[in-house]
Structures are given as C-alpha cells and as structure tokens.
C-alpha cells in the first residue's frame, strides 16, 4: 500500500533561517506531488506541483521553491524565512495513471516563524 | 478561475444530530470529494463521486454529486464527537487538471 510521510512535524524558526521540509512517498512510482500551505485552520492553497523529476510549477509568488530530486521525494525550501510564511505545510501525491487527480494527503508540518 | 464555495464558515451541532454541507460553483466540475480534516492533521479523504446524481454512503456519511455537475452536498447522520474538524469539499473537473478546494466548513459537535 501507498504511504506519504512529511518530517519535520513541527519547526520553529527564527526570521531569515533557511528552511527544509521533505516528503516522501512509498508504494507507488512516478506520482504527481503537491505543496499546500494552509493559514489559520482554514482553506488549502496550492503552492507548488511536480508531474515528474525536475519539473516543477509554481502557483503563487512567494518566498518558497520547492525541488523533487528523486521520483517520490519533494522537498520545500527558504533561503530566508519571513514571518508570514508560518503556517501549516501540506505535502500530497496523486496517482496520474488512475485517471483522476485524487489527492492523498501528508499529516502536515506545522512551521511557526519568530 | 473556478471557486467552490461552502458556508458557514463555520457550524455547531449537538451530539446525536444530523447535519448538511453544501458545496456550490458556478462552473462544471466531473468529480467531487469531500475531505475531513482533524485538528492539526492532513484532510483524509471521505467520499469521491464520479457521475451526476450519484449518491454514496461511507457509514454514517452520505454525499450526492448534484444533477448540474455545479453543487454537491455531505450529509452527516447521528454526529459523534469525533466528527468534529474541518470538511472540504473538492473539484475536479478532468483526469489531468488540478483539484479546485473549497475554503472548508469547521464543524464542533457540543457532547
């Protein structure tokens, strides 16, 4: 079975630290994977996608990249974290041959910034 | 772009209660999920329809893919307090596009 695992759970960093959350999945091959950002307990909003190893899309301006090295692993990162980029990081691969872009969620990092 | 909407932001019900979601959008979408979402977790997925006016049951949850492919809805029967988190709904309208997430529901069940 299919297995996504996000580390680290929690991170506290100071201004201007870099920054590293990987996710991995298991169980299956060449997945599509996806960052989310979610502020405030609230709604999901899609940061970076990856349909394959080097290939990267971002949807929003911001001070994140995001990297996928190898074909399950996808990694975001800072050089220099600001206070608004605290918040709860979402990591979730989909299954592109089933035909339907399901997504299958990460159990988050949770990122606070001082 | 396309936008799914769900409100209330948030709903509070008491325990043993049955209680409704809606989710609409003015544009089409092919396939809707609703995802749940416990405090401080990832969404785990709950139901996903695949054609207009289907309607699946998971348990104590039932949600039907409206007949104009723009709405869906998430009934909850009998609540319990371990229903309590955040419920998205999601669309998608085809087998490559990205999934478009509603803003979510919150909803607390008082014991």
């Known amino acids: 079975s299919q297995t996504i695992h996000q580390w680290p759970a929690t991170l506290v960093q100071p201004v201007g630290s870099p920054l590293s959350l990987e996710c991995t999945v298991e169980?299956?091959?060449?997945?599509?994977l996806y960052w989310y950002r979610q502020a405030a307990g609230r709604g999901l909003q899609l940061l970076f996608y990856?349909?394959?190893?080097?290939?990267i899309s971002s949807e929003v301006p911001q001070n994140l990249s995001a990297s996928r090295p190898q074909d399950r692993q996808f990694i975001l990162s800072s050089k220099k974290l600001l206070l608004s980029d605290s918040g709860f990081y979402l990591c979730?691969?989909?299954?592109?041959?089933?035909?339907?872009?399901?997504?299958?969620f990460g159990a988050g990092s949770r990122l606070t910034v001082l | 772009g396309q936008q799914l909407n769900q409100s209330p932001q948030s709903m509070f019900i008491q325990e043993g209660e049955d209680v409704s979601m809606n989710c609409t959008s003015s544009?089409?979408?092919?396939?809707w999920l609703w995802y749940k979402q416990d405090p401080g977790e990832g969404p785990v997925l709950l139901i996903a329809?695949?054609?207009?006016?289907e309607l699946t049951s998971n348990g104590r949850l039932t949600a039907q893919f409206g007949i104009t492919r723009k709405d869906s809805f998430l009934n909850i029967s009998a609540s319990i307090p371990s229903d309590v988190g955040i419920y998205f709904c999601a669309g998608l309208l085809g087998a490559n596009s990205k999934l478009t997430f509603g803003k979510g529901i919150t909803l607390s069940v008082r014991p």
């Open positions: 329809l695949y054609k207009a006016g």
């Open positions: 979730a691969w989909s299954d592109r041959s089933s035909g339907a872009n399901v997504l299958t």
């Open positions: 544009s089409i979408f092919n396939t």
């Open positions: 990856s349909v394959g190893i080097g290939q």
């Open positions: 169980g299956t091959s060449n997945p599509n």
